[in-house]
């Protein structure tokens, strides 16, 4: 049994810290995974601007809820869990995420969980486990699953290391030039051949 594991932002939705950035006109949250591989580094710096400009999960909420799927990714996700186990391995937050799984059928997801105060300000955050991406990966060939990975963003590319076959879609040039060992998807339809060629190779 093969299992195809995806990111979530990036490959299935849009990135959601942009999306708050561009609502609150707050420029500093843009960044991402893709400008800072460092994940700790990277949360500490948002919930240090977040408390700053007085941001609370609410204002967060709002934006989630104006978002969709990237156009596209419900019908990919959709033929891949026709042929395929699908498995969402992210490094987002349940709260977060659970309003827009709804939008992608309830796939499953594995990710983490934000500390809220009284003030409904993020204080902290939990990971499930560190490098979560990665460790998943290596439990899932623990249990004799061969694993195909597809994600965007420097985060990801240790587990696309430890799957049996990683893809990179839509990531930028810097991630490609470092990476080259990966093959690259633009469109979901060049996803889909490169997952069907994984599983080829395999046997």
């Not at 391995?89 to 969980?113: A, N």
């Not at 486990?129 to 994600?151: M, P, Q, V, W």
């Not at 240790?158 to 470092?178: K, Y």
Request: with cysteine.
């Amino acid at each position: 049994m093969i299992l195809a594991c995806l990111d979530l932002e990036g490959v299935l939705l849009p990135e959601i810290w942009i999306n708050v950035a561009e609502k609150t006109g707050i420029s500093e949250l843009r960044l991402t995974t893709r400008d800072i591989s460092d994940y700790d580094q990277l949360m500490q710096y948002r919930l240090k601007i977040l408390k700053s400009r007085n941001i609370t999960i609410n204002h967060i909420t709002e934006v989630i809820d104006t978002l969709s799927p990237l156009p596209g990714a419900f019908d990919f996700l959709k033929k891949l869990q026709d042929h395929f186990q699908v498995i969402i391995l992210s490094d987002t937050f349940y709260q977060f995420s659970m309003p827009l799984m709804k939008k992608l059928g309830h796939p499953t997801l594995f990710c983490h969980d934000l500390v809220v105060d009284g003030d409904h300000f993020i204080s902290d955050y939990k990971l499930r486990i560190r490098d979560s991406k990665k460790n998943a990966i290596i439990k899932f060939r623990e249990l004799n699953f061969k694993t195909i990975a597809s994600g965007d963003s420097y985060n990801d590319t240790s587990m696309l290391a430890e799957a049996d076959r990683g893809i990179l879609f839509r990531p930028p040039d810097n991630v490609i030039s470092e990476f080259p060992q990966y093959p690259v998807a633009k469109e979901y339809d060049e996803l889909w051949d490169e997952f069907l060629k994984a599983e080829r190779e395999l046997g």
